[in-house]
């Protein structure tokens, strides 16, 4: 009977809270060019809360769109979070201290995989050496 009381006290409880409803952001800047007859279009948003996004491009010269850019945001720390960007023919390639890097090469290669790679080109060596099909 106890455990039952304690239920509807909680259920009681919280159904008592009310529901925090999301603030709404204001948009303090957003304007937008569509393409015109040379594929030439921009973008340009930023909101109070710090989001910023901005963008240009002209059409490519196999037809796709050309296109720089930025965006950026705070982040929960108070820094800001920012990445640019190129796409193009050659894809999208952004820019950002946000991004992961890839180690320094040439690092060390661990013995057991120079090892691995030798036995392998040996191996190869012998199916030529007896005509055998890979």
Known sequence: MKTAVLFALLALAVAEKP?????P????RQTQ??????GAHSSDFEAENGIVFQFS??????GGS???GSWSYPQADGTLA??????????FQPQSSLLPVAPAFPHPI???VLDQIEFARLEKERQEREGVRA
């Open 19 to 23: 529901l925090a409803l999301p603030v």
């Open 25 to 28: 952001v204001a948009i303090l």
């Open 33 to 38: 060019v569509n393409p015109d007859a040379l």
């Open 57 to 62: 491009g002209s059409e490519g010269l196999t």
């Open 66 to 68: 050309n296109m720089i």
């Open 82 to 91: 920012e990445v640019s960007f190129v796409a193009n023919e050659n894809g």
């Open 110 to 112: 661990p013995q057991f």
